[in-house]
């Protein structure tokens, strides 16, 4: 059974995935290398490719807070609360959003 305190907390997590700005909290691995030789169309590329990623990221994350917030055994409950802990990041927010509501329903 769902209670007051499981709701108010999954709400603040999908108003903190839309409304507040990322926060890395490690340093940028690599930082330290020299630049690369590429492109412009191919760090284009690269960037676009690291946004899809990034994105899927985020929708996983929610799709398993929402089965955490709606799992009936305490034990399913427990593997996707563990499974969603990597810090959000408001990318893509109405597709967090709509990842929360859809693992909701089913």
């Known amino acids: 059974m769902l209670s007051l305190d499981d709701l108010i907390i999954s709400f603040d997590r999908g108003l903190r995935t839309v409304c507040v700005p990322a926060q890395s ?5 690599g930082g330290d290398l020299p630049e ?4 412009e169309s ?9 946004r899809v990623n990034h994105s899927g990221e985020i929708c996983a994350q929610a ?7 709606t799992a009936r055994n305490a034990d399913a409950r427990s593997d996707s609360s563990n499974s969603s802990e ?11 959003i709509a990842s929360r509501t859809r ?3 089913a």
């Open 25 to 29: 909290l490690r340093a940028t691995p």
């Open 36 to 39: 690369t030789g590429l492109t």
């Open 42 to 50: 191919e760090r284009a590329h690269a960037a676009a490719l690291m």
């Open 63 to 69: 799709l398993y807070q929402g089965q955490a917030l």
């Open 86 to 96: 990597i810090p959000a990041c408001p990318a893509v927010p109405s597709w967090a």
């Open 103 to 105: 693992s909701a329903d």
